[in-house]
């Protein structure tokens, strides 16, 4: 159900705001990984090279999203949609087991920050896999509602651009309605 604010324009209920939750979440997950396919073609030689452009691109892209999400919408929900997927992160390093130890005392002992940063994958290219899959879709939900939050404060509260297109009806309009 719709609920009217002093403005006359209609704010979303309960089942609203939750679909703008879900719509927001596509935003993080897939609006950054569809942006960046046409950005991928640049070249990387290397496996740690391919890190960190994921890091980069993943952030850039994700601020990106988040800042024009909120722009265009000005729903609250855009600065909550981090809320999700750190627990796929969490579930992740739950489950890392470590390394295998060396006896050796001269072997460099990989840390969880160093598995799930991507520093390990120069190591060896299967610490990467998990950097792929759980550390890169947390890169997305940190600065998407960073970049909503800055947004609410930058931008004006007046209108977003639902409201500005209604605000823009042609004024003949109205004369033919009045005639």
Known sequence: MQKATESGVSK?????????????????????????????????????????????????????????????????????????????????????????????????HETVWMHFSGEGCAARATGCREVLAFSAPLIRPAAYPGAALLASHILSPATSLIESNNSLKNPSDENLANS
């Open 12 to 108: 979303p209920g309960m089942l609203g705001s939750a679909g703008m939750f879900v719509l927001d979440l596509l935003g993080v997950v897939l609006g950054p990984a569809i942006l960046e396919s046409a950005l991928w073609r640049l070249p990387v030689h290397s496996l740690v090279g391919i890190v960190v452009k994921k890091w980069c691109l993943d952030s850039v892209v994700a601020a990106f999203m988040g800042f024009m999400m909120y722009r265009a919408w000005r729903v609250r929900t855009s600065k909550w949609a981090w809320t999700i997927l750190p627990l796929w992160f969490v579930c992740g390093a739950l489950t890392y087991g470590g390394p295998t130890r060396e006896n050796s005392i001269l072997a460099k």
